[in-house]
């Protein structure tokens, strides 16, 4: 409450022995949190109140091979500056596929952005004059998910991320699973294939040189490597057998890993998400038929959700946590006085 973030109501009448209550209602628009879901070609920005209301989002281009600090800067910059209340910004959440150690806010290494042991965290931090949180986009979305989203009401689930990276979110007892350095959700990097082809990580027959978004849409049969995901995805409604075919054995090889999970772990909940979700129809019976061959019977059925992706959920995961880490840290509201560099 002497932070800003909460106020006093009027205190109820008091009704027989004992210390009246004292309401309190959460200031909305008291705190702002920026969120960035970072991709291999734009950046999705959005601003939201510490309800987890979104106030505003925008999608911006970004190379992150020249001047990723700038560009961030930038972005942040232009964000703060179309809220009524600028000054209001506590703290920045940044999300990026790969491999990241939350308590350092370092990037370990991304394929998908050819990162490898950025020091994102502090380094913008002291360009912008705010705390800055850099997560694993697969952590911050299934932390969204226990808190707002088809996780809500479980105790125990696995989120499968299928996009420019593949990932897997671990929650047990509504915890989100972290594991050492932050490579946890690092499901891409399970190799499957010993003589695959090499993966960015150094092994060979990752998941992600199969399921990768880019790597999906380079290997398509006669395509050339130059298909886009909504041309990919039109041949597959259209039935083409060779597309059908490969997305088939990319479905099986998942649904294979993903079951492997499940039995090491017991966990029979299965949300799917991420940009890839949109072929899932062609996905789909590959990755059951992975799964039949590989869970232990007495644990079939699985409980499987394919949940619509959106452009702006992920960076909504890391404005909350974001958020989240801010009043772990007691981040003060007055701290705001001082504008961003």
Known sequence: MTDGY??????????????????????????VVIGMSVTPTSVMVVSMHIDGSVVDSRSTPFDPATDPLGQFKTMVLEQQ??????????AIGISVSGAVDQ?????????????RDFNLGAQLQELINRPVFVSNDLFALSTREVSFGLGRNKDDFLLLGLGYGVGLGIVNRRKVFCGAGGASTEFGH?????????????NRGCLQVYAGLNEVLRAVPDAGGHLKLAELRQAADGGDPAVLAFLGDIGHRLGRSVGGVVNLLGIGTVIVSGQTTSLWPALNDGFR?????????????LDITVKAWTESEDAVGAAGLALHNAISLNVPLHARATALA
């Open 81 to 90: 500056a179309a809220l009524d209340h600028p000054e209001r910004v506590v």
């Open 103 to 115: 308590a350092l806010s370092t990037v370990r290494i991304s394929a998908t952005l050819n990162w």
């Open 289 to 301: 038929r992975g799964l039949d061959e590989t869970v232990l019977k007495f644990l079939l059925p």
């Open 6 to 31: 909460v106020r006093e109501l009027p205190s109820d009448a008091r009704i027989g022995a004992g210390r009246p209550r004292v309401p309190v209602e959460l200031i909305a628009d008291s705190a």
């Open 190 to 202: 399970m190799s499957t294939d010993p003589n695959g082809p090499l993966c960015v990580c150094g």
